[in-house]
């Protein structure tokens, strides 16, 4: 391949990137909101897009993210790629707030109290049965479908604004406006 590495990386350094980039999270978030921002589709389209991929990722099912920030944006005619953008919510660094937060507001709406025994997940999370991760998941659920409504209805507005002024800005470049319009 013309731009392959000669040395593929190890798992080890793979790991390594998927928690921390290369560059830094900052750069990583700033390349995410230009690429949302450059969408060719309407303000609204995007916003609504990114604010179902929001929302899903404060739901606890690993694994189904991008394919429910999928069906759900196409079922609402969002951005089917603006809702996989916003499911970058949910990565290694927020999961754990995330989680946490929707387990104890869950708890709280189900009038239950909080488990306080681990659960044992050593023998892989695949080969367990619904019954006993259902405790865990059921608050979990519950308790990340409003944190994720208010987390979607933020950033649909921030999106929304955002992506009006680039588009705004870009309109502007291509078909100058005013006094000196003529002279360009």
């Given at each position: ?21 290369r560059?830094?999270?900052?750069r990583?978030?700033r ?17 609504l ?21 999928g ?33 104890h ?8 109290e909080?488990m306080?025994?681990?659960?044992d ?13 259902w405790?865990?998941?059921?608050p ?28 705004e800005?870009?309109r ?6 005013g006094p ?5």
């Amino acid at each position: 391949m013309l731009f392959q590495r000669r040395q593929p990386p190890k798992i080890r350094e793979r790991l390594r990137v998927f928690i921390w980039p290369r560059r830094s999270w900052r750069r990583s978030l700033r390349y995410v909101r230009h690429r949302m921002w450059r969408l060719k589709a309407t303000p609204r389209a995007i916003a609504l897009g990114c604010a179902v991929g929001v929302f899903v990722s404060f739901m606890p099912f690993l694994g189904l993210h991008f394919i429910s920030a999928g069906l759900l944006a196409w079922m609402t005619r969002a951005s089917i790629l603006a809702s996989a953008l916003g499911t970058f919510v949910g990565n290694p660094i927020t999961f754990p707030l995330i989680w946490l937060s929707a387990y104890h507001l869950g708890s709280l709406v189900l009038g239950i109290e909080p488990m306080h025994d681990p659960i044992d997940l050593s023998a892989g999370i695949f080969h367990m049965s619904v019954d006993t991760l259902w405790p865990l998941l059921k608050p979990m659920t519950v308790g990340g479908v409003p944190l994720g409504l208010l987390a979607g209805a933020i950033s649909y507005f921030l999106v929304k604004r955002g992506v009006e002024a680039y588009q705004e800005k870009k309109r502007h470049r291509q078909f100058p406006t005013g006094p000196h319009a003529a002279q360009a």
